[in-house]
Structures are given as structure tokens and as C-alpha cells.
T-cell receptor, first 113, second 107 residues
Framework: DAGVIQSPRHEVTEMGQEVTLRCKPI?????LFWYRQTMMRGLELLIY????????DSGMPEDRFSAKMPNASFSTLKIQPSEPRDSAVYFC???????????FGPGTRLTVT | RKEVEQDPGPFNVPEGATVAFNCTYS??????FFWYRQDCRKEPKLLMS???SGNEDGRFTAQLNRASQYISLLIRDSKLSDSATYLC????????FGAGTRLTVKP
């Protein structure tokens, strides 16, 4: 298995632009997680899905952030409009079941100028 | 109080040293526990799960103390390649990651 796949690996954009991050979880995993990591705040859970259904989005910072999972093999995290404080590494992770270990993708390093 | 707390370090130790990290958690209903390793500019990767009876994987030993609500990781005979940030993870209502403890092993 190729593991969790994320794209793009790096994104540089200007303030106000829309950013879309993509994730393909490990096949057969029922849970998908989106995290954000910064030096100041560490690893923060943004949202997670179970069988394509959003379960907890309490970590989503504000309405500018949205996430979808249209099918079991694809999810997106969208930021519109982007702001410089959104600059971070965004990780997607998947796990087989509730409470199981999570497998992380390589992350998307986002820079908003 | 944070749900999962770790000593941020950094821990700077010589090769061959034994080093231990602790992590405390606040949710007494937590059911599963893990240690992850994260290298600079890389994603976190599972190092080992933590079982109630304690478990060992080579030079690494993990312990769980439910009464005191902490988990620990012991690294024996540390190698240069052990240099990384170690994250403890606790699953209560959802998975919570500690902020990580940075370890540098020096020759």
C-alpha cells in the first residue's frame, strides 16, 4: 500500500486566494483526520470523518475552513480566503477503526504571503 | 489544563545513554495510548502502542500507569538516529497528541 497520499506537498499563495488540499487515505481505513501543525501550537486536530461522514469539526478554526469527503478514497480541506496566519503544515491521517493507530501522510506545507 | 502534557525538553544526551520521557493525561476514560516519532520536516510515525502491562520493542520500553494517568517511554543505549521529537498520544473521546519532547543524541 502506498500509504496516505497528500497533494500538493508545498503550496505558496497570496493572501485572499483559495487553497485546496487533497488527501487519499489508506484503502480500507474508515477514519480520516485533518491536522494542522505549527511551532507555536503543535499538532491540532481540525476535523475527522468516519465512513465519509464528518464527526467532529470543532477544531476547524473558522468559517474560512471547510472539509469534504465525497467518497472513501478522497478528501479535501479548503481555505477561502486564505490568510498569512494559516501558514502551517497540514497533515491528513487515516486509521482502520476507532482508537486505532493513525497513519499520517507526508503533509502539505502551506505558506500564505 | 491540557488534555495531554509532555515535558518539551530538549533532552540532549550522549550516545549510549538511557533517557526517559513522561506524559500525563487528564481523561481518565482514555482507552488507547501510543508513542509517535516525528523527524524534522516529516510526518509523525507510529513508534509503538502502549499496553496496560507495559511493552518492549528492542531498546524501547513503554509503560502505562492508569492510576496516576501517565505513560512513559524509555530508550536504552540511545543512538544518533534516535534524535527526533517524541509525541505521546492518548485516545479518550478522540485522539489527542502531546506537544512533543525533543531528543538530541550526540556523539
Amino acid at each position: 500500500d502506498a500509504g496516505v497520499i497528500q497533494s500538493p506537498r508545498h503550496e505558496v499563495t497570496e493572501m485572499g486566494q483559495e487553497v485546496t488540499l487533497r488527501c487519499k487515505p489508506i484503502s480500507g481505513h474508515d477514519y480520516l483526520f485533518w491536522y494542522r501543525q505549527t511551532m507555536m501550537r503543535g499538532l491540532e486536530l481540525l476535523i475527522y470523518f468516519n465512513n465519509n461522514v464528518p464527526i467532529d469539526d470543532s477544531g476547524m478554526p473558522e468559517d474560512r475552513f471547510s472539509a469534504k469527503m465525497p467518497n472513501a478514497s478522497f478528501s479535501t480541506l479548503k481555505i477561502q480566503p486564505s490568510e498569512p496566519r494559516d501558514s502551517a503544515v497540514y497533515f491528513c491521517a487515516s486509521s482502520p477503526g476507532q482508537g486505532d493507530e493513525q497513519y499520517f501522510g507526508p503533509g502539505t506545507r502551506l505558506t500564505v504571503t | 489544563r491540557k488534555e495531554v502534557e509532555q515535558d518539551p525538553g530538549p533532552f540532549n544526551v550522549p550516545e549510549g545513554a538511557t533517557v526517559a520521557f513522561n506524559c500525563t493525561y487528564s481523561n481518565s476514560a482514555s482507552q488507547s495510548f501510543f508513542w509517535y516519532r516525528q523527524d524534522c520536516r516529516k510526518e509523525p510515525k507510529l513508534l509503538m502502542s502502549v499496553y496496560s502491562s507495559g511493552n518492549e520493542d528492542g531498546r524501547f520500553t513503554a509503560q502505562l500507569n492508569r492510576a496516576s494517568q501517565y505513560i512513559s517511554l524509555l530508550i536504552r543505549d540511545s543512538k544518533l538516529s534516535d534524535s527526533a521529537t517524541y509525541l505521546c498520544v492518548v485516545n479518550g473521546n478522540d485522539m489527542r497528541f502531546g506537544a512533543g519532547t525533543r531528543l538530541t543524541v550526540k556523539p
